[in-house]
């Protein structure tokens, strides 16, 4: 585990773990790795970081993966799992819902 941007980060590579262990500051404050050593998988692991903040995804996105596609789902199973009235209305095209679905205003 190291910290990039403040943050710790879980590393399952030991590619990238051995190229932590040698990403310096050089005398002019540039990081970048050491002599002879290489910061490939460390940059990126720095590019990705930086990317998934700027990742925009909405709450039916991310838990639809949870949900069978055609499958069947009592409307009150829905709002214990914590989707909203608007989130519900988006999956009728994906799932098949029983019960009282509130219209759309």
């Known amino acids: 585990m190291f910290k990039l941007c403040g943050k710790k980060l879980k590393v399952n590579d030991l590619t990238t773990l051995s190229e932590a262990l040698t990403f310096v500051r050089n005398s002019n ?8 050593k290489y910061d490939d ?4 692991k720095a590019i990705a970081h930086n990317a998934r903040g700027q990742q925009k995804t909405t709450k039916v996105e991310k838990k639809l993966d949870g949900l069978i596609p055609g499958g069947v789902y009592a409307y009150g199973e829905l709002l214990l799992l914590g989707y909203k009235d608007y989130q519900i209305q988006q999956l009728r095209n994906k799932i098949k819902i029983i019960g009282k679905i509130p219209k759309r205003v």
């Open 41 to 44: 998988c460390i940059m990126a």
């Open 29 to 36: 404050g540039k990081p970048e790795a050491q002599t002879g």
